[in-house]
């Protein structure tokens, strides 16, 4: 096969698992969708096909300089909200893409494909065992403000226990005739949703958040 037979034929493969994986996050609507998973594995399978071609031993350095790359646009999509930090999967996902790229483009076909499928499965199969440790075992933060008063708090964190969850105090800051308190709290979803149901129906809090 000729040079520039076999480096389309890398490009169209690059091309076409690049687009698989794009599809499944386009699917999910997350940042990083088709047009940019598919222009990043096609991205490093022509770098690395560059830096193998070249002759001036700067193979090493190219590929290395991809990864490096890579990163930089992975930390793009991730950002912090007051929920937690979000896009990190697809931060990993996108540097995982541009591995699959760099294998196509070094001629490891197999090793693309199988890789390719087992991204897929990671991003499908490995959210239903999330789903389902999320049932076992939550983390929540919540916040509660209420009317300063005696053992106002203790109150509640007795109801944490009753509802047999693991809690930690974060914060307790009083503010005038009020008091703040925040709270790390562990547990299984509907032992959470329990305490969240009483704590909803309590008329003494002022303000909760979760």
Not at 34 to 61: A, E, H, N, W, Y
Not at 135 to 152: A, D
Not at 163 to 178: A, N, P, Q, T
Request: hydrophobic share 45%; aromatic share 10%; net charge positive.
């Amino acid at each position: 096969m000729h040079l520039w037979e076999t480096i389309t034929m890398k490009l169209v493969i690059a091309l076409l698992l690049g687009g698989l994986l794009g599809v499944e996050r386009e699917y999910r609507d997350k940042t990083a969708g088709l047009r940019t998973l598919t222009l990043i594995c096609l991205g490093s399978c022509l770098f690395m096909q560059v830096s193998l071609l070249l002759t001036t031993g700067t193979t090493d350095r190219i590929a290395s300089t991809i990864v490096t790359g890579i990163g930089f646009i992975g930390a793009g999509v991730i950002f912090k909200s007051e929920k937690g930090v979000n896009g990190i999967t697809t931060a990993a996902t996108i540097w995982a893409t541009a591995a699959v790229g760099m294998a196509v483009g070094g001629g490891f076909y197999l090793a693309a494909v199988i890789s390719s499928f087992l991204i897929l499965v990671v991003l499908n199969g490995f959210m239903k065992i999330e789903h389902w440790i999320g049932k076992v075992n939550k983390e929540r933060m919540y916040t509660v403000i209420g009317t300063l008063e005696p053992g106002l708090f203790e109150k509640y964190e007795q109801l944490l226990t009753s509802c047999h969850l693991k809690w930690i105090e974060e914060k307790r800051v009083r503010h005038g005739d009020e008091i703040h308190c925040i709270w790390r709290v562990h547990g299984s979803r509907s032992n959470q949703e329990k305490f969240v149901n009483l704590m909803i129906a309590d008329q003494a809090i002022k303000s909760f958040d979760y």
